[in-house]
């Protein structure tokens, strides 16, 4: 997988997507106090719709939505930002296994520290490495 690419100074921009409004809020608390910039999206056609609007290093999103799945949202993402960061997050242990092709997978409930922990990953910051 790739790191999202980050200037020196620049924040990361995720966009967090998640059909559940509490989770959604929920996670972009937890992101922007670590000093990402966050975009949100309660659902993948309007995260689609973002995604040609903003620049975006990670796409943090739920596969399971009544949209249509991340899965498919990450792929859609990936066309037309091939360098893309994604990650994914899910109640679901059935359907993981067609994202992890695609990024890391995070299981819910997931703790404000897991969550931490993937974003530090993805931009390259900590010891751990997500590709």
């Known amino acids: ?15 967090v997507v998640d059909d559940d409004s509490h989770v959604l809020d929920v996670l972009v608390g937890i992101i922007e106090a670590k000093g990402f910039r966050v975009f949100a999206a309660v659902n993948a056609v309007d995260a689609i719709r973002l995604l040609a609007q903003v620049h975006v290093d990670i796409l943090l999103t739920d596969i399971v939505m009544p949209d249509f799945d991340g899965i498919e949202l990450a792929k859609q993402a990936k066309r037309v930002h091939p360098n893309l960061t994604i ?3 899910t109640g679901y242990f059935s359907r993981a296994s067609g994202a ?15 969550v931490e922990a993937m974003l530090d990953a993805a931009v390259g910051l900590g010891g751990s490495s997500l590709s």
């Open 100 to 114: 992890q092709p695609l990024g890391a997978v995070m299981f819910k409930p997931m703790r404000a520290r897991e």
């Open 1 to 15: 997988m790739t790191h999202a690419s980050v200037t020196m100074g620049q924040a990361p921009t995720v966009l």
């Open 87 to 89: 990650l994914f997050t």
